[in-house]
């Protein structure tokens, strides 16, 4: 089997969320440790209306549920007040952030 044939698992998944923007989940640390990190970029008409939210939560179940992910993480910059605010509801809502 030569390398572009290798059943190595996938480190990265991007997800297009319609009309509105762009979310994605990367792994961060090694399989054994199974930790992955979320991010979500919402284009700025479609912003404050709930999508980020939605996003967050669908990457949070998707790592949980099908990549059996041990830990998720986000980080935003501190001027990106509303990307702090989705993941501090997700967090308070049990997102796991």
């Known amino acids: 089997m030569d390398k572009n044939e290798t059943c190595e698992k996938p480190t990265s998944y991007d997800f297009v969320v ?17 930790t992955w990190e979320i991010g979500f970029a919402i ?12 996003a967050a939560q ?3 179940q998707f790592a949980f549920e099908r990549l ?17 605010a989705v993941m501090k509801y997700r967090n308070d809502k049990g997102g796991y952030f």
């Open 68 to 84: 059996h992910a041990h830990k998720v993480v986000g980080m935003c910059h501190t001027q990106n007040k509303r990307s702090g």
């Open 18 to 34: 319609t009309l509105a923007g762009l979310v994605s989940t990367n792994m961060v640390n090694h399989q054994f440790r199974r």
């Open 58 to 60: 669908l990457l949070l």
């Open 43 to 54: 284009l700025p008409e479609y912003s404050g209306k709930g999508y980020g939210c939605e």
